[in-house]
T-cell receptor, first 112, second 115 residues
Framework: GENVEQHPSTLSVQEGDSAVIKCTYS??????FPWYKQELGKGPQLIID?????GEKKDQRIAVTLNKTAKHFSLHITETQPEDSAVYFC???????????FGTGTRLTIIP | ETGVTQSPTHLIKTRGQQVTLRCSSQ?????VSWYQQALGQGPQFIFQ???????GRGNFPPRFSGLQFPNYSSELNVNALELDDSALYLC??????????????FGEGSRLTVL
């Protein structure tokens, strides 16, 4: 089955700097890659996603890149703000498969 | 538009008991998925319900079962609770036309503690 690895497990950046979180996946059939943000005591919130027919997608300060050949995808957050502090999860899913496989999460801390 | 709502938010059970968790899907969504999130881990897929039938199941034993109702709401039932069942149980809804499941939107979760 699919296996998703996520790095780093913790990340601290100064406010205003950029943060990058990387994930690799094992199943070449995976074609959908969402990113979720989870704040303390809350459920995961979808922040951006990308499908395998696209190499990059951007939404304001957040961008995701996908390298299908290397089977890895990354989340980029620019101009970080204190409210970006949370746990971020990457995930992958293959077409026709109902299961979303999550990474182990990255705890991002923005230092004021 | 209402989001995904789950109840109860917190509950405590003892080993061997049974528990039922409830979920109301987001307006316009017809598919419900359940995930288990242990402390410090990513969510793990339990199963999905579409058209009131189980449609895909993760690596969970049969004592984890569910239902989906005609209004697309859902229940997760866990029998013979074990200590390792302590976790945050997340419900996610999505809209599934033909083919693949769309984006998943999660509720706030039900935190289950088994003593």
């Amino acid at each position: 089955g699919e296996n998703v690895e996520q790095h780093p497990s913790t990340l601290s950046v100064q406010e205003g700097d950029s943060a990058v979180i990387k994930c690799t996946y094992s199943d070449s059939a995976s074609n959908y890659f969402p990113w979720y943000k989870q704040e303390l005591g809350k459920g995961p919130q979808l922040i951006i996603d990308i499908r395998s027919n696209v190499g990059e997608k951007k939404d304001q300060r957040i961008a995701v890149t996908l390298n299908k050949t290397a089977k890895h995808f990354s989340l980029h957050i620019t101009e970080t703000q204190p409210e970006d502090s949370a746990v971020y999860f990457c995930a992958a899913r293959a077409f026709g498969n109902e299961k979303l496989t999550f990474g182990t999460g990255t705890r991002l801390t923005i230092i004021p | 538009e209402t989001g995904v709502t789950q109840s109860p938010t917190h509950l405590i059970k003892t080993r061997g008991q049974q528990v039922t968790l409830r979920c109301s899907s987001q307006s316009g969504h017809n598919t419900v998925s359940w995930y288990q999130q242990a402390l410090g881990q990513g969510p793990q897929f339990i199963f999905q319900y579409y058209r009131e039938e189980e449609n895909g199941r993760g690596n969970f034993p049969p004592r984890f079962s569910g239902l989906q109702f005609p209004n697309y709401s859902s229940e997760l039932n866990v029998n013979a609770l074990e200590l390792d069942d302590s976790a945050l149980y997340l419900c996610a809804s999505s809209f599934r036309p033909r083919g693949n499941t769309g984006e998943l939107f999660f509720g706030e979760g039900s935190r289950l503690t088994v003593l």
